[in-house]
């Protein structure tokens, strides 16, 4: 029975580790937004310098520039939801160990 509880609680201190590593993760990738809003800042200036001096095929260099954009957006959001999918994921494991310990 000993052996039990000691193995449980190791079990429920990794879980707990790795919960806050997951916190940690999300908040330091949701905290690098801004680099993507700067990117895309810095592009939609391109664009307009671009068309104001009448560059050859700036129509062609804005659609890239706009496709890019929307790409890393678009991987930003997926590794975002992935990573709070992972720690949902977690939080449920950890109840559901926490209930089989508690029942009689």
């Known amino acids: 029975m000993m052996n039990l509880t000691h193995n449980n609680s190791e079990g429920t ?3 707990e580790g790795q919960k806050q590593l997951l916190e940690r ?4 990738h949701r905290s690098r937004k ?3 809003n700067f990117i895309c800042a810095i592009s939609l ?14 129509v062609i260099i804005t659609v890239t520039l706009l496709f890019i954009c929307t790409i890393i ?13 992972r720690l949902k994921r977690v939080k449920q494991e950890q ?3 926490f209930f089989k310990v508690n029942k009689p």
Request: net charge positive; aromatic share 8%; charged share 35%.
């Open 25 to 28: 993760n999300l908040e330091a």
């Open 13 to 15: 201190k990794r879980e």
């Open 45 to 58: 200036l391109v664009a307009i310098l671009c068309f104001c001096f009448r560059v050859p095929r700036s």
């Open 95 to 97: 109840r559901k160990s």
């Open 73 to 85: 957006k678009i991987v930003h959001k997926t590794l975002d939801k992935k990573i709070e999918l």
């Open 34 to 36: 801004w680099i993507i």
